[in-house]
C-alpha cells in the first residue's frame, strides 16, 4: 500500500483535510521541518513538503517533480496524483450520483479539452431542487492535465456555455461549485427558453460544454498580504457579497473555494446580501449553516414574501436596501462582489462609491 501523507494548512477552511498516495515503488526521503503553518504527520513515511501561500503542494522528493505544483491562479498538475480523500465532502447531491462510474469527457485527437471547440460530458445529476430553478452536475473528468476542463477552471466566477447537441444556441451558465479536482461542475440553472430543454435531460445523458471560460472574479485584489503592502487603515477587512437570483451561483463558488477564495477567515466581517421573490426561489438554503461556520453573515432579502406558501419573517424588499439599512461603516476597508439583476448591481455600486468604498475593490465576475 502506498504511504499516505496527510497535510492540513492553518490557511485552509476549517476540517479540510487532503491525503495524497505516493506511488509503492518510488523510496520516500526524509522530510524537512516544515514551516510553522504547516502541520504533517507520517512524517517518517512522508515526501518532502513545500507551501506556498493559499496553495499545499505534495512533492515526491526522489523524482524532483511535483505531484501538485503551485501557481499563481491554483495547482497544476505535473504528473498523475492519487486523491485518496477529501473531506468534508460539501455537495448536496446524492451518494449515489457521486458514486456511478465516470463518463468519458470527448476531444479531439491529439488536442487538449480547451484546443476542441466542444466537449461531450456526461450529466450525473439534473434536479428541479428550487422553484424555477435547475440543480445541475456534470462529470468533467478528474484530469489535471495542462488544457483540460479541471486544469483551465481556476477562479471562482468563471463561466462555460453548454448545449444538447451540435446546432443548438448554448445557454452561458456561471459555474457554481468551487475549483477543484474531484472532475464535477455544478450549476444552479434559472428555467428559460434557453435551458428548457434541460427537464428532459436525465443522469448517464450526454451533453456538450465548450470551454471555460471568463476571467471570473478578481479576489488578488482582496489579498492582504499583497505586495508593496497596503497600509493598514486600507486593508480590505470587511466583504460584502451581493446576489439576486441564480446569481448566488458564481458567489457560491467564490465564498466555498478554498484557492483564489475569500480568506474568509483573515476578514473582520464578511455580510452576504442574497435577494429572492420568496424563499422557495432561493437556492443553497441548506447551505447558510455552513457559510455561517465559515464566518458569513446571510442576510436572506425577500422581494414577493406574500406569494410564499409559508410566511416570511426576515427582511423584505431588496438587497440595496437592506445594504442602505446596515450602511457601511469602513469604506476604505471594504470591498464587495457582485452578480445579480443590473439595476441592483448599479444601484449597490453607486451606493457604495458615495460612502467612499474604492470602484477598484467593487468587483464583478464579467
Known sequence: ???????????????????????????????????????????????????????????????????????????????????????????????????????????????????????????????????????????????????????????????VQLRPGDDTKPAFLAISSAPNVQGVFEFLIKDTDATRWLAEVKPGDDVQVSPVGGNGFPTAKLDLLSYPPIPEEDKPLDLLLFATGSGIAPIRAVIESMLNGLNIRQRRSVKLFYGAWYPERMAYMDRFVLWKGDGVEVIPVMSRPDESKEPWTGRTGYVQEALKDIGVPHPRQTAALLCGKKDMTIEVKNYLLEQGVPEDRILFNF
Open 1 to 159: 500500500m502506498a504511504p499516505l501523507l496527510f497535510v492540513r494548512s492553518n490557511h485552509s477552511p476549517p476540517n479540510c483535510t487532503l491525503y495524497f498516495a505516493s506511488p509503492p515503488h518510488i523510496p520516500l526521503p526524509e522530510p524537512p521541518s516544515a514551516p510553522r503553518h504547516l502541520h504533517s504527520s507520517l512524517a517518517p513515511a512522508a515526501p518532502a513538503i513545500t507551501t506556498m501561500r493559499r496553495t499545499c503542494a505534495a512533492f515526491v522528493g526522489a523524482l524532483g517533480h511535483p505531484i501538485l505544483a503551485p501557481s499563481s491562479r491554483g495547482l497544476v498538475s505535473t504528473r498523475p496524483c492519487a486523491l485518496v480523500a477529501r473531506r468534508p465532502l460539501r455537495r448536496p447531491h446524492s451518494l449515489a450520483a457521486a458514486a456511478r462510474p465516470r463518463a468519458r469527457v470527448v476531444a479531439l485527437a491529439a488536442q487538449t479539452q480547451q484546443q476542441t471547440a466542444w466537449n461531450v460530458v456526461s450529466v450525473l445529476e439534473n434536479s428541479s431542487l428550487w422553484e424555477a430553478h435547475r440543480y445541475l452536475v456534470l462529470d468533467v473528468g478528474t484530469t489535471l492535465e495542462k488544457g483540460s476542463l479541471c486544469d483551465a477552471y481556476r477562479v471562482p466566477g468563471m463561466y
